[in-house]
């Protein structure tokens, strides 16, 4: 029963071909064809995207309601060091600079084919953030 790898497993995915979010052609280190790329499109076809994984990112928060993340988001996985509550969400202001960590969280866990922005490399893993660079750490 557990003799078999872990590939054979899984079910396989639709090609990366399919990806229709407007941003994939700029997501260069994902989908350039002739040069150095992460070559998860051959991970992606095996079914290996992220199912069953939560990633944490540590950073200056995510945005838990953007809409390349919200389908992945998970609340255990998330934090506020900075303010102790549980909303990892970021501090806003004039300059709008605490966007890094939605970033990160989109580069893992962006939901593809949602025609919205980008595709995250683990699009089915969830997603959790740790507000704690954007101020006092008590």
């Not at 580069?107 to 997603?127: D, E, K, M």
Request: glycine share 8%; with cysteine.
């Amino acid at each position: 029963k557990f003799g078999r790898r872990l590939v054979d497993n899984l079910l396989p995915r639709k090609p990366w071909s399919e990806v229709n979010d407007p941003m994939w052609k700029d997501m260069w280190y994902l989908n350039r064809r002739d040069d150095l790329n992460m070559m998860v499109e051959g991970a992606w076809n095996l079914g290996v995207t992220g199912l069953g994984v939560a990633v944490t990112i540590l950073d200056d928060g995510i945005e838990k309601d953007h809409p390349d993340l919200i389908r992945n988001y998970d609340p255990l996985a998330s934090t506020d060091v900075n303010d102790n509550d549980s909303d990892p969400n970021p501090r806003y202001d004039f300059s709008d600079s605490n966007r890094h960590g939605t970033r990160c969280a989109g580069q893992v866990a962006a939901t593809p084919n949602n025609s919205l922005c980008a595709v995250g490399i683990a699009f089915n893993a969830q997603i959790g953030g740790i507000r704690m660079l954007d101020g006092q750490v008590p």
